[in-house]
Each structure stands twice: as structure tokens, then as C-alpha cells.
């Protein structure tokens, strides 16, 4: 069972960006059946959705067991998983979809999720909550380093935080161990002075409490841990909001 009593905040934190901070990539099934209905007349006679399901079980797939470097090609990686899922559905019977068709795809989807991006209610608050109250903080994201440092400027997080933590600039990311060594370096502290945030039960949780840090995984939706997990977070929220003292 997760601890959800409140503690005293602690000297520092690490915090992710990607569905902690900013609504980014969570909800793909919402996003590839979006996309998949813009492009119905050239998929005809597949339904959007079941070239949507096809693709997103590609996809899935592809990060499962997808090397790091995958993450500083992500346009390219929505490519391939595009044609991946195109390819299982040939595989099934259905009519070839062209390379030229997935790749469009693919790039829509890219430029869709970069539109919708947006950060969550209250989070830049909670933030700045923290800092007010003398907690160090560092923003620790994994990700290629134009796009990642985009997000950055864009939705105003540099002025925040005393260390930003980009996986592209730094060359190494989540869940490499050294990523969070270096950031407790940066802000000098230790792993008993500090909190990991974020929604990714590997990158947030695993490693980190391997290393003795206090960790809280953020689960936007309320879904639950993963049926079948044996992750047990040291916390789990649906809000940075939720850890803002007085305010939980």
C-alpha cells in the first residue's frame, strides 16, 4: 500500500516534465484515433479505429524493448511504428497502405501532440510553492535536446528550477542511475534529502528508490497501478498540486 500521508517537503526534488508538469504523451489511443479519422478517406475501406488500434499495438511494442537512442529520433521512430502497424494489418489480410501514407501520418501525429501540449492545472503554482519554500529543484527529463529545451522556453519552466536536466544535452538519461546521481550533485544533496516525481514507474520509481530517494509516481488519470505491478511508490498522486503543504 502506497503512503499517502503527508511528510515535511523535503531539501530537493526531482521532477520530470513530460505528463508530470505538461500534458504530453499520455492518452496515445485518443491521439492515433484523432489522427487516424483526419485521414478516413485514404484508409477506406479500413476503419480509422482499427488502423488506429493496429498502430498503437505496434507502437506499444516498439517502446517496450526500444533502445535510448529511439528517444532522440521520436520522428522517425513514429515513423517506423507506423508502418509497422500498416504492415500487421497487410499481414491480416487487409489492403497495403503505402510508406508515403504512414509517413504522413506518422508526421501529423508528431504535429498534433507538439499542438496539444499544454501544462497541467496548477503546476507551474506548485512550483513556485516549493522554491518559495527553499526546496532545491531540478527538472530531469529524458528526450532529444531541440525539442525537450523547446518545452522548456515555451512553457516557461527555466526561470524555476536551479538545475534543468535534459537527457539530449547531458548524454544520458532516466533510467541510468548517473541521472540522478547528477542531479542530487547539482543541487548538492543527497538521496535521503530528496523527492523523485513523475508518472513513469521505471524512471520515477524502480531506480530511484534503488538509490534511496523518495519517490512519488503522479498518476494524472487515476488509473491505478498497472494490473499484475509490483511497484509500490512511495507515494502516489494526481496533482504536483496535491503536495503543496496545506493544499493536498
Not at 492518452?27 to 482499427?50: G, K, S, V, Y
Not at 497487410?90 to 504512414?102: E, F, I, N, P, W
Not at 519517490?215 to 498540486?241: A, F, N, Q
Request: aromatic share 8%; no cysteine.
Amino acid at each position: 500500500m502506497a503512503v499517502t500521508v503527508s511528510k515535511p517537503l523535503p531539501r530537493a526534488m526531482l521532477i520530470d516534465m513530460d505528463d508530470t508538469i505538461l500534458s504530453a504523451y499520455g492518452r496515445p489511443e485518443i491521439a492515433w484515433n484523432t489522427i487516424a479519422n483526419e485521414f478516413a478517406e485514404e484508409l477506406a475501406p479500413l476503419p480509422p479505429p482499427q488502423v488506429a488500434t493496429a498502430v498503437l499495438a505496434y507502437a506499444r511494442q516498439f517502446w517496450s524493448t526500444a533502445e535510448p537512442i529511439w528517444r532522440m529520433k521520436l520522428g522517425e521512430a513514429r515513423r517506423l511504428t507506423v508502418r509497422g502497424g500498416f504492415a500487421a494489418l497487410a499481414a491480416d489480410g487487409h489492403r497495403a497502405l503505402s510508406d508515403d501514407l504512414a509517413d504522413r501520418i506518422a508526421d501529423r501525429f508528431t504535429t498534433y501532440r507538439e499542438e496539444a501540449i499544454f501544462v497541467f492545472p496548477g503546476a507551474h503554482d506548485a512550483i513556485d510553492a516549493f522554491r518559495a519554500r527553499g526546496v532545491k529543484l531540478a527538472l530531469v527529463t529524458n528526450g532529444a535536446a531541440d525539442m525537450q529545451r523547446a518545452k522548456v522556453e515555451r512553457f516557461e519552466l527555466a526561470h524555476r528550477f536551479d538545475h534543468i536536466q535534459i537527457e539530449g544535452e547531458h548524454g544520458f538519461g532516466k533510467p541510468e542511475e548517473r541521472a540522478y546521481l547528477h542531479a542530487m550533485e547539482a543541487l548538492g544533496v543527497t538521496p535521503a534529502d530528496t523527492w523523485m516525481i513523475g508518472d513513469n514507474l521505471e524512471w520515477e520509481v524502480v531506480t530511484p528508490q534503488r538509490l534511496g530517494i523518495y519517490s512519488i509516481w503522479i498518476d494524472v488519470h487515476g488509473d491505478g497501478l498497472p494490473e499484475g505491478s509490483t511497484v509500490k511508490p512511495d507515494r502516489i498522486i494526481r496533482s504536483l498540486t496535491e503536495l503543496v503543504p496545506g493544499r493536498s
